[in-house]
């Protein structure tokens, strides 16, 4: 291991002071600025966070870079990756159980979202490791999907590439250009060119869920510099419409046959708003609200049961932490919803946190992605005050797509 797991023992215990472990370095991209801002701490607690939710973060990293082996990887299977838990009635056959890339992957990007690059901060050295090892997995035609099962392999290769185009952003670093650039071609080229969807295989017609993942990497590559063509956002744009569903078009289906679900919607909502500015479609703001009405309703809680349905589900609150925490500015609505979901949230989140710095991997999902899984995502939600800088709109908008979103660097 590249870090003692006995730097986290307690979550009492701040494992690095963020005054002096973690350098500032130039940004030149201004919505990652806020990671390496020195008056951090008041971000923190002005947007909703405290000094408790950054021990946590602390925790969380520390007890991932003891996790991480030898070789840069961070090893599912050893850490509770590929139970079968049977979620929605569906047996994946253990799907996770070799996804090294994507495991690693989220955990490369807790690590960023905290502002520890291979280049600066406490943890350079694990960064820079994992980002070695995907390296090593990137085939020629630019995947990152490793070893992966079926149901993994994409979710593998946009996890993966999500956190080398976003260390490539934060950094600037040449020797990552050729990386980052074939693993979004890669992307490219196994999108389906008719509905604008992404699954299991290349070309597959899609799912929401897997959508997500790839635009939030390919939003990554763009605000990297890598061009990418108008048709990819148009036709990300059309596989959204597909699954609109609600009455204000503000909720969404897991696909374009399907229902309504609330973990979708949270995904969709989300996407919506990084597709601002590069795709014509329209949010009204009536499909905001019916979006924000919808989760706010189900909030994080401490599980009470053992039943899944009971289950901590780390996937939806992700989605729905980003999505709100975004869209909390735009009226009373939005606003009010984002304080009722980040209590609920930090509240949990602190509550159920190991002592070790980890979060039990018996969540919806966590069978499937094991404990790098869980406590990356759960790191994630708690890095939201200052992960990407809010954008702050002086009123309620009705055209969405009209407000700047993700831009790309100038060249």
């Known amino acids: 291991m590249l870090a003692p797991a006995s730097s986290a023992a307690a979550l009492e215990t701040p494992v690095a002071n963020p005054k002096t472990a973690i350098p500032r370095p130039p940004v030149s991209t201004p919505i990652y600025a806020d990671r390496f801002a020195e008056n951090r701490p008041q971000l923190v607690a002005e947007r909703g ?13 520390a007890w991932l870079a003891g996790a991480q082996a030898e070789s840069g990887k961070w090893n599912a299977a050893r850490h509770g990756a590929g139970k079968e838990y049977g979620v929605l009635g569906h047996n994946r056959h253990g799907a996770g159980s070799h996804a090294d890339t994507g495991i690693s992957g989220l955990a490369l990007l807790a690590f960023l979202g905290s502002g520890h690059t291979h ?13 070695d090892f995907l390296r090593r997995q990137q085939t020629a035609e630019g995947a990152l999907h490793g070893n992966a099962q079926l149901f993994a392999r994409t979710y593998c290769h946009s996890m993966a590439t999500f956190a080398i185009c976003e260390a490539y952003a934060l950094t ?5 250009a050729a990386m980052a650039q074939a693993a979004t071609s890669y992307s490219l080229q196994i999108q389906n060119r008719n509905t604008g969807g992404w699954r299991y295989r290349p070309g597959d017609a899609g799912d929401t869920s897997q959508l997500g993942w790839q635009l939030m990497a390919l939003k990554s590559a763009q605000l990297a510099g890598i061009d990418l063509p108008s048709t990819t956002w148009t036709r990300i744009d059309r596989f959204l419409r597909h699954v609109q569903r609600g009455s204000e078009g503000g909720l969404a289906a897991y696909r374009p046959q399907g229902p309504a679900s609330r973990t979708m919607t949270a995904e969709a909502l989300y996407c919506r708003e990084l597709l601002a500015g590069n795709a014509s479609g329209l949010t009204q703001m009536a499909a905001v609200e019916e979006a924000v009405r919808s989760l706010v309703a189900i909030r994080p809680k ?14 939806y609150w992700y989605y729905a932490t980003l999505a709100l925490h ?14 009722l979901w980040n209590q609920a949230l930090v509240e949990t989140l602190l509550a159920t946190q190991q002592a070790d710095g980890s979060w039990d991997n018996k969540t919806v999902w966590g069978g499937y992605g094991g404990r790098v899984y869980t406590t990356a995502l759960a790191a994630l939600c708690l890095e939201v005050y200052y992960r990407y800088s809010p954008d702050r709109p002086t009123r309620p908008t009705v055209n969405m797509a009209r407000r700047g979103g993700w831009r790309s660097v100038p060249r």
Do not use: F, K
């Not at 000094?51 to 990293?61: N, Y």
């Not at 975004?326 to 304080?339: D, F, G, I, K």
């Open 172 to 176: 600037e670093d040449s020797n990552l």
């Open 326 to 339: 975004r869209v909390q500015h735009y009226s009373a609505t939005t606003s009010r919803a984002w304080e």
């Open 119 to 131: 280049r600066h901060g406490a943890y350079a050295e694990q960064v820079a490791a994992g980002i």
């Open 302 to 315: 401490i599980p009470a049961h053992g039943r899944m349905s009971d289950r901590m589900n780390l996937y």
């Open 49 to 61: 966070g405290n000094a408790q939710t950054e021990r946590s973060v602390r925790s969380a990293l």
